[in-house]
């Protein structure tokens, strides 16, 4: 790399030197200056100027002409150099405002790279926390179910803490799990408010939409719902896990952020009122029952399984009409928001939009200066790619197999109806 330079550098600077405004001034004055004398002096050594001007009493007109031209060609190479300044400087304006606008879509790639990192970081923190949870809870029900087979003596406690514990293990998983709950949740209200990336969401779903050939409005549906009831829209949210060309308007099932926020985060509420074990208690041990009854079937739940589910509930869970049993919509929401953050691709294509608008403002030069660096930002940005989500994809599937597995068991005090639902019965009674 420096011996290319070392090669580079010397011809820059002597390119620089040749050809700046006042290099151009002195040799194109030497230039005018030279030929102006070598055609003076042609003309005197060979008598070429007619015999009129050759009389020794010349008057002080006709030797003015002389004067003229010297003057002519000095004035010319000052009318060029001026010309050549005026275009440096228009071309310095120029460049200047290419930087301004390539650095401001650069902040804005920077921006976007670093909700998605946030985003992503955050939903695999507090998943991790939720398998630690689920490790602590399957244990505990093992030693609960041991010590009614021994029958321990009234008074002792199976839950008390053992001499050499300082902390109660299951209120160091409450705090760990509601600080993790709560810096997801802080970061996708953050994500959904921010124009830019609203902007790219937006623009990215509209693409989708256009580059359809059928008339099919699937950016509209609410999944978190029609999962429930229609295979062919669990097998639509499976394609946007899995295909980074596949996208979904996710502003519009997390649009009860800016309506109060309905259900967004229950779990966090709960986790700061009720025990974590005692009020999560039916659905922790339905989730471990599920990893211990289908061991060795393709349709098992792993501990990482599990833990996506109770991720879910503690995000967002809606109630069911006439049962007991909730849904675990936060699931869903989950894989609609990483199945539909902004890839590479949209980016430029975004990028690409913003470029069009102020392309006629600037020189074939500059444009092509634009889409190299446009090409360059776009690939610089952070996301989560397609098979990177293989194993969300594939408890979508085992979900889809088996509904049960978005059941929610834990009491649903503290949810709300749809915001939805909310809407249309007002209407009714209005």
Request: net charge negative; charged share 25%.
């Amino acid at each position: 790399m420096s011996n290319t330079n070392t090669k580079v550098n010397p011809a820059s600077w002597l390119r620089r030197v040749l050809f700046g405004p006042v290099s151009e001034l002195i040799i194109l004055t030497l230039f005018f200056g030279t030929f102006t004398f070598a055609l003076f002096w042609l003309t005197i050594k060979f008598q070429l100027l007619p015999t009129e001007l050759m009389r020794p009493d010349l008057s002080q007109e006709d030797t003015g002409l002389f004067d003229a031209l010297g003057g002519w060609a000095l004035g010319f190479a000052g009318a060029v150099v001026a010309i050549r300044i005026a275009g440096i400087a228009k071309n310095t304006q120029l460049n200047d405002s290419i930087r301004e606008q390539i650095r401001l879509w650069e902040e804005h790639v920077e921006r976007i790279s670093d909700l998605n990192s946030r985003l992503t970081r955050s939903i695999s923190d507090t998943k991790r926390a939720c398998a630690a949870v689920l490790l602590y809870a399957k244990d505990l029900y093992i030693t609960e179910q041991r010590a009614h087979l021994i029958n321990p003596k009234p008074g002792r406690d199976g839950k008390a803490v053992k001499p050499h514990e300082t902390h109660d293990p299951e209120e160091m998983l409450q705090e760990k799990l509601e600080e993790k709950l709560e810096k997801l949740v802080e970061t996708i209200e953050e994500a959904f408010k921010d124009s830019v990336f609203r902007s790219v969401l937006q623009f990215s779903v509209q693409a989708d939409t256009n580059s359809r050939s059928e008339p099919e409005n699937t950016h509209v549906k609410n999944y978190s719902e029609s999962f429930f009831s229609s295979s062919k829209d669990r097998e639509a949210v499976k394609r946007i896990v899995d295909d980074d060309n596949e996208f979904f308007d996710v502003l519009n099932v997390l649009s009860g952020l800016n309506q109060g926020a309905r259900n967004f985060g229950i779990g966090l509420v709960e986790l700061r009122a009720m025990g974590l074990i005692q009020h999560f208690r039916m659905d922790l041990m339905r989730l471990t029952e599920y990893q211990e009854d289908n061991q060795g079937d393709d349709e098992a739940l792993e501990i990482a399984d599990a833990a996506w589910l109770l991720l879910g509930l503690l995000l967002s869970r809606r109630k069911r009409e006439n049962s007991s049993i909730g849904q675990n919509d936060g699931f869903i929401i989950i894989a609609l928001l990483l199945g539909s953050l902004p890839t590479e691709k949209t980016m430029n294509d975004y990028l690409n939009s913003k470029f069009n608008q102020v392309v006629q403002t600037y020189s074939g030069d500059g444009s092509e200066t634009m889409k190299r660096e446009v090409d360059a930002l776009s690939k610089r940005l952070y996301y989560v790619k397609g098979n990177e989500l293989s194993e969300l994809a594939g408890l979508i599937t085992k979900c889809s197999n088996n509904l049960s597995y978005l059941d929610v068991l834990t009491k649903s005090t503290g949810v709300s109806a749809a915001y939805e639902s909310k809407k249309e019965s007002g209407k009714q009674s209005g």
